[in-house]
């Protein structure tokens, strides 16, 4: 045991001590981070500047929409203009106008000849705005002139809200299909490219060792096996470190953040009173952050994490051993390609399975894929989210580590003999015997 704690104390110093390393642990957070408290910031502050708007209606059809001359829809402010086409283009720069909009004297029936006039493109946000607040006002003076009352018309609409309980266990919680969606996604994602980018790393060093001919010097001292486990320890350890470091920050930046909107506070029984009492501005925002807090909490947080922290080590140390015995296996490049294929394939279903998952997460092909260790890090990451009985997340976890189990079993019998052998062609047969082999 000795020996294996010094191979892993070797792998893990040598990994952490990387510039890349410190680089990413710090990067990731914010990346993360960002994920999460864009959106609340979209939804809570006014990130658009705003913007005034001239408006010369030569058809007096939308006078009436004005007030004392303005009309504000969002953040464009509309202002009428008593003047001339051309006397208003010509003193445009001098009035600090974004734009100008001319209406014609036009039929409801046929709009044309409607021109907005800036000093550069607008934006498609900014040009579809304009056109939603026309077609609103237009569409009210045609319902006027037909005689139809416009709030009978609107109370033919029907918002229909969708409310979602999940069942589970006797217990009942909110769901939310989708952020459901996005956990498992983000996870299962994230999942597959650590396996994939850890993975290689024992690979790589295990070719590395083999082609400058350290291992035959380290091997003196430990059993090949030893080497194997040490390092594929090793590694994991890297990633487990990265990672747990990766979710502190994370949580610790996203709940500074939250703390700064009082999201907390607008969770309690008080809420209601609470939002009245503040500004409009305030009020706006602390709705928005409550609503994106309420979506949240749909989520079982800790069991996410759990999960993702155990399948994000057992589908690692499942795949490491495959991919260091393809190392040991391999004396350059083009040979370990050959069978790093038949490895990756697994992973690489386990993606596009995502969908047909997705839309049926109890469905045959979800439950049988999140029991099979090959594929159950990255479907049922995707599953756990929707809600899984326990059992079925217990029996998917202990065949992943039975999985585990024999996959090291293989390798280890593939690596005792392939980290000696060098300039010799290896296919799949030679593999078969290394397999068995007594040596």
């Not at 026309?134 to 319902?143: F, H, M, S």
């Not at 291992?215 to 030893?226: C, D, G």
């Amino acid at each position: 045991m000795h020996k294996i704690g010094l191979i892993i104390a070797r792998e893990y110093l040598t990994r952490v001590r990387k510039k890349s390393f410190i680089a990413m642990t710090f990067l990731g957070p914010l990346i993360f981070a960002s994920i999460i408290l864009v959106p609340i910031w979209l939804a809570s502050s006014d990130i658009s500047d705003e913007k005034v708007i001239g408006v010369i209606d030569e058809s007096g059809l939308l006078a009436n929409h004005f007030t004392n001359g303005r009309m504000v829809d969002g953040n464009l402010e509309y202002e009428l203009i008593h003047s001339p086409l051309e006397d208003a283009k010509s003193d445009f720069s001098s009035q600090n106008r974004y734009g100008l909009l001319y209406l014609p004297d036009f039929d409801v029936n046929n709009p044309e000849g409607i021109t907005f006039f800036s000093e550069s493109n607008p934006s498609i946000v900014l040009s579809k705005s304009i056109e939603g607040m026309l077609e609103k006002n237009i569409k009210d003076i045609k319902l006027a002139r037909s005689g139809i009352d416009k709030s009978t018309l609107d109370n033919l609409d029907a918002h229909v809200a969708l409310k979602t309980i999940n069942l589970l266990e006797g217990d009942e919680k909110k769901g939310n299909a989708d952020v459901a969606t996005l956990v498992g996604y983000v996870a299962s994602f994230m999942i597959y490219g650590f396996i994939f980018l850890y993975g290689t790393q024992v690979m790589r060093g295990v070719i590395e060792e083999k082609t400058t001919r350290i291992v035959e010097i380290i091997i003196s001292s430990v059993s090949p096996f030893q080497l194997l486990l040490g390092k594929i320890i090793g590694v994991a350890l890297v990633g487990l470190t990265q990672l747990t470091l990766w979710l502190l920050l994370t949580f610790t930046i996203s709940g500074i953040v939250m703390a700064t909107l009082n999201v907390d506070q607008l969770t309690e029984a008080t809420q209601t009173e609470i939002i009245s009492k503040l500004p409009e501005a305030e009020r706006e925002r602390a709705e928005a952050a409550k609503k994106i807090k309420d979506v949240i909490d749909t989520v079982n947080i800790p069991l996410i994490v759990f999960s993702f922290v155990f399948y994000f080590l057992g589908g690692y140390l499942l795949y490491s051993a495959m991919f260091a015995a393809v190392g040991s296996a391999a004396d350059t490049d083009t040979d370990y390609q050959q069978f790093t294929l038949p490895i990756s394939a697994p992973l690489i279903f386990s993606i596009i399975i995502l969908t047909a998952v997705l839309q049926d997460p109890d469905g045959k092909l979800a439950f049988w894929t999140s029991m099979i260790p090959l594929s159950s890090p990255i479907v049922m990451m995707m599953r756990i989210p929707f809600g899984v009985p326990v059992w079925q997340i217990v029996l998917s976890m202990s065949l992943l580590v039975g999985g585990f189990i024999l996959t090291t079993w293989v390798a280890g019998r593939i690596y005792r003999v392939g980290i000696l052998i060098h300039g010799s062609k290896v296919n799949y047969k030679t593999l078969g015997k290394w397999l068995f082999s007594n040596r």
